[in-house]
């Protein structure tokens, strides 16, 4: 599984955009980039997935270059309820078995009035 | 809609004792992976089954044994308990059809055991 690098902090106003990066730079032609968010002491969420380019749901948006080496996370107007950990994870596809997911050291964006 | 579902929410032991997790999948789910997350750290995969049969294993004490039932929920057995293991457990399912698929996991509450 590729390592991911994310910063350990991240401090916003509210109503701010917020970018998240991660590295990973040994990423296989087969992995996907997932984000999770976490709330303390609640399990993970999914919030958006990509392969490359960009993707775009209701909640964030993923920004990928084109080397994937590296992977954006942008929230748009964030409000305190966004004070969470944010994990990028690294992650093959599946055909008929199971993954693991591994996750690494998340970022905690702390959101100020 | 359905959601991940963790018994018992909130778990108090002593050292030594054993102490049995419960996790039931979200309907059709047929893989379910566990997970210890320490105080202040980044969740430890432990162990997932697929289909019933384990598929994968992490960083689980020989102290602690798991298994996926018929219906699909799993059971995460922990004996001689230390105060190590304190720790939030979470169950993910997800369901891995035969095709190209994702990781992405629909996690539960949690376990929060406290061993004292």
């Known amino acids: 599984l590729a390592k991911t690098t994310q910063p350990i902090s991240m401090d916003s106003y509210e109503g701010q955009e917020v970018n998240i990066t991660c590295s990973h730079n040994?990423?296989?032609?087969?992995?996907?980039i997932t984000w999770y968010q976490q709330f303390p002491s609640q399990g993970p969420r999914f919030i958006i997935q990509g392969y490359k380019t960009k993707v775009t749901n209701e909640v964030a948006s993923l920004f990928i270059p084109a080397d994937r080496k590296s992977s954006t996370l942008s929230l748009p107007r964030v409000s305190l309820s966004d004070t969470a950990v944010y994990y990028c994870?690294?992650?093959?596809?599946?055909?008929?078995?199971?993954?693991?997911?591994?996750f690494g050291t998340g970022t905690k964006l702390q959101v100020i009035p | 809609a359905a959601g991940v579902i963790q018994s018992p929410r909130h778990l108090i032991k002593e050292k030594r004792e054993t102490a049995t997790l419960k996790c039931y999948p979200i309907?059709?789910?047929?893989?379910v992976y566990w997970y210890q997350q320490g105080p202040g750290q980044d969740p430890q995969f432990l162990i997932s089954?697929?289909?019933?049969?384990?598929?994968d294993k992490g960083s689980i004490p020989d102290r602690f044994s798991a298994q996926q039932f018929s219906d699909y929920h799993s059971e995460l057995n922990m004996s001689s308990l230390e105060l190590g293991d304190s720790a939030l457990y979470f169950c993910a399912s997800n369901y891995v059809v035969a095709g190209p698929s994702t990781d992405t996991q629909y996690f539960g509450p949690g376990t929060r055991l406290t061993v004292l």
């Open positions: 994870l690294v992650g093959p596809w599946v055909i008929g078995g199971y993954q693991k997911v591994t």
């Open positions: 089954f697929y289909e019933k049969m384990q598929s």
């Open positions: 309907p059709r789910h047929d893989t």
């Open positions: 040994n990423i296989a032609t087969n992995d996907y």
